[in-house]
């Protein structure tokens, strides 16, 4: 029976609202990272690390992967690309992409969660897909002021059709309510005022990693998806930020 692998996306808000948190969130990230290697066959770390802005006609967006800034997300979309180091079983790789992430502006995570799910996972039959996102807001919340919720339902479907087990640690919201009855989800309320800054970290981790290890493969090959449910694939790259205009976003 061929070895068993993971591939793990880090989702991770990197909205300004996080700043009490994130120092906190990257010390205990890098204690699930490398006790994790070992454990199974493989493991490898991908990463989305997003804040979004408006900014006239446009929504300007900074975003971070294991395959670099922003730009990377194009690349991600273009066809014949997906070479490109999306993954890092280096853990000393990941670490450091953590150190860089800066906090600012407001968040979309959903979105953050699709480009999540586009990722170039390893074969479903040798490797255990897994998102694990965190964020100190409510999916309503955001610089689409909650219009982002209505790809839940294909956000669903996408999960499923991909064969991905998601971990989110965000407040109790109608949202997260509606995104938890995707299959296998754990979604871990850090609901009130002070959000993500009061976690026990350490053990919402080492749970995560438990349930990782103690999972099996899934049975079925993967069905077809749609990629870019956010319609992400035609945004533009300027400047080093990500350039969504406002009629494309509404789509």
Not at 6 to 27: A, E, G, T, W, Y
Not at 72 to 92: H, M, P, T
Not at 149 to 167: D, E, G, M, N, S
């Amino acid at each position: 029976m061929p070895a068993m692998n993971v591939d793990i996306v880090l989702v991770i808000d990197s909205s300004d609202s996080m700043k009490p948190c994130i120092d906190k969130l990257r010390q205990h990230l890098r204690e699930l990272i490398k006790p994790m290697q070992g454990r199974v066959g493989k493991v490898r770390f991908g990463l989305v690390a997003l804040s979004a802005a408006k900014s006239h006609e446009s929504t300007i967006y900074s975003v971070e992967t294991m395959a670099g800034g922003s730009s990377s997300v194009d690349i991600l979309y273009e066809q014949g690309r997906n070479q490109y180091e999306f993954f890092s079983e280096d853990a000393d790789m990941v670490i450091q992409k953590l150190d860089q992430i800066d906090v600012s502006a407001n968040e979309d995570n959903l979105l953050a969660l699709d480009i999540a799910l586009d990722h170039p996972f390893g074969p479903v039959s040798t490797t255990k897909r897994v998102v694990a996102l965190f964020s100190d807001e409510r999916l309503e919340n955001g610089v689409s002021g909650g219009d982002s919720c209505k790809h839940i339902p294909a956000l669903i479907q996408k999960l499923h059709q991909r064969r991905v087990k998601l971990f989110c640690a965000i407040p109790y919201s109608e949202a997260a309510q509606s995104l938890s009855q995707a299959n296998g989800s754990e979604i871990e309320d850090v609901g009130g005022a002070t959000g993500l800054a009061t976690v026990d970290f350490r053990a919402l981790l080492t749970q995560m990693g438990k349930s990782i290890s103690m999972s099996s493969l899934q049975g079925a090959l993967e069905e077809k998806y749609q990629r870019a449910l956010f319609g992400q694939d035609e945004w533009t790259d300027s400047s080093g930020s990500w350039d969504s205009q406002d009629d494309q976003q509404q789509q």
